[in-house]
């Protein structure tokens, strides 16, 4: 009788609390952070709990348990900020730094000792994922073969405007959700997404949403109309440039192969897949999940458990994957000189040095230094987590002297962009754009 009243008990208290909040719009966030959240969303909502409002918010990733207190006098402990987590960090005092921390059902706001957040905690940039680096693309419709080019912002909240060029004034917001080697294109002002009917004339339907899927489903989400491809014109993706880490929350803590401690997680030996996603997104703007270089390594062997990752995987993964994310593995070189005339040509680099991966991005000509993205910057090395650009004797010695580059580049056949049918289609899509306002 006891036990059936406690069990009961904590139903109806478990219901008081989720109406309490329906109520009160608190909004029960899960902490496991996405990858495509935006922290903005989070520190917006601690707010009114944050000691500096104008302290200019950074990122870090916890190598340990971080205790976690009420006050910046560090008296009262109210929790604990998980090993190998993500924190945002809105304030500091002589003694402690508040962040705004993961909880195991949402986030937590709370001072953690400042000593042994500089000795445990790596910066890095913890800001909103893009999954078009923003520039000048070619988006052409799967069923028809129709394409145009369009410059592409990103504006935050995953939304990104749509500017056709020579017509700046009509300017389109738009959400990009990607299924492996195409993306759906939803309008956020009806919240159609934009097709082609079979006479190849622009159209709009509402279809299912859905969220971005980097493998090749088994079935796709919608009908090859709604389907568009991109590539990117003109130019790299580094200006500005993002270094992705191997210890971002949003994949840290995910296996990387069969090892159950933390040599087995992705911030540990991620290395050479992730030097893969800086890569690409550095070519070509295309941001690619690392777990799909990942899991591909574990499933064909490339993964050495104890040393990291067999390269190998450079080029297989640019055979099964580089039609998907438009790039091609072009050659492996021993040569800096070689790599810099690479570079210069709109290619982008791997390099092999002592026990790790890092990513050659592009070589400025008139400092005559390299772009360089280590996804685990070390001080041997020495790297930071948002990018180095080095001298060439700085490439050549110490932590980042190369034993091995592998070159990548864009497919040699890209679509024929500058065809009569893309003239006249540019035409028919703005027509439809302004209508669509």
């Known amino acids: 009788m006891t036990k059936q009243y406690r069990k009961n008990k904590r139903r109806i208290c478990v219901v008081i609390c989720l109406v309490l909040c329906m109520i009160s719009g608190i909004k029960i966030q899960a902490a496991q952070p996405g990858y495509f959240d935006n922290p903005q969303t989070v520190y917006d909502e601690f707010a009114g709990k944050i000691y500096d409002r104008s302290f200019k918010k950074s990122y870090a990733f916890l190598k340990k348990k971080m205790n976690v207190f009420e006050t910046s006098s560090g008296s009262k402990k109210i929790g604990v900020a998980p090993r190998y987590s993500g924190v945002i960090v809105v304030s500091k005092t002589s003694d402690h730094v508040q962040v705004i921390y993961e909880k195991k059902k949402a986030y937590g706001i709370g001072w953690i000792d400042r000593d042994l957040y500089h000795k445990e905690a790596i910066p890095y940039n913890g800001n909103e994922k ?39 004034k009509e300017d389109h917001t738009w959400k990009l959700i990607r299924e492996y080697d195409h993306f759906y294109i939803k309008n956020m002002k009806n919240e159609k997404y934009l097709s082609m009917d079979e006479n190849g004339t622009l159209t709009d339907g509402k279809i299912k949403d859905m969220n971005n899927c980097f493998t090749k489903p088994q079935k796709e989400a919608a009908q090859k109309s709604y389907q568009w491809q991109v590539m990117r014109l003109n130019n790299k993706n580094v200006y ?198």
């Open 240 to 437: 500005p440039y993002r270094d992705f880490m191997q210890f971002d929350p949003a994949w840290a803590r995910k296996d990387y192969g069969n090892v159950s401690d933390y040599s087995g997680k992705m911030a540990a030996a991620g290395c050479g897949v992730v030097a893969i996603t800086n890569a690409v997104y550095a070519l070509n703007g295309q941001f690619v999940d690392p777990m799909l270089f990942a899991d591909y390594a574990v499933e064909k062997h490339y993964r050495i458990i104890g040393a990291g990752t067999h390269d190998g995987i450079f080029k297989a993964a640019a055979k099964k994957f580089g039609d998907a994310y438009g790039f091609t593995y072009i050659k492996t070189t021993y040569s800096t000189s070689e790599v810099r005339e690479y570079l210069k040509k709109g290619c982008v680099a791997i390099s092999h040095v002592p026990g790790h991966y890092v990513t050659v991005a592009d070589f400025n000509p008139k400092t005559k230094k390299y772009l360089v993205l280590d996804s685990h910057p070390i001080k041997s090395r020495p790297t930071s987590s948002f990018g180095n650009w080095f001298k060439r004797e700085r490439l050549e010695r110490g932590g980042l002297t190369s034993s091995a580059y592998y070159i990548y580049g864009v497919p040699g056949q890209a679509w024929k962009y500058e065809s009569a049918k893309g003239i006249q289609f540019q035409k028919d899509l703005f027509t439809f754009m302004v209508y669509m306002r």
């Open 130 to 168: 893009q999954l078009l680096g923003n520039g000048t693309y070619w988006i052409q419709n799967k069923a028809s073969g129709e394409g145009i080019r369009v410059q592409i912002i990103f504006l935050g909240n995953q939304k990104y405007q749509v500017s056709i060029l020579n017509q700046s």
